[in-house]
């Protein structure tokens, strides 16, 4: 009886992780396509998608900072995306569409 529970279990992990690539693939091919027509983004990667620009601007800053200030400090450090852009924080997020006005510019 435990063997089949450990095999039961197996197959579970095995489903979960292929479920989790292929969500993965879908997402970043899918940005990975939005940067080609040309829609406003900071840099992609195709494995990390944004999340290693995100994690680098939220290392520099408080730990208590609320996720509200990651647009504008994107806006700082990539001026060229402008105040419409698309950011790719899956699996920490879905993806986002973000519009920055007023001083955030």
Do not use: C
């Not at 529970?5 to 992780?17: D, E, H, I, N, R």
């Not at 292929?18 to 406003?40: C, D, T, W």
């Not at 996720?67 to 920490?92: A, E, N």
């Amino acid at each position: 009886m435990p063997f089949i529970v450990l095999q039961g279990a197996a197959v579970w992990l095995a489903y979960l992780a292929a479920s989790f690539i292929v969500k993965l693939y879908n997402v970043r091919s899918r940005f990975q396509r939005m940067q080609r027509e040309g829609l406003p983004m900071p840099p992609h990667h195709p494995l990390l998608g944004h999340l290693f620009i995100v994690g680098g601007i939220m290392a520099k800053l408080p730990s208590d900072v609320h996720g509200h200030v990651l647009p504008h400090q994107i806006v700082k450090l990539f001026s060229d995306v402008g105040p419409v852009f698309y950011v790719d924080t899956w699996p920490f997020g879905p993806p986002m569409l973000v519009v920055v006005g007023g001083s955030s510019q």
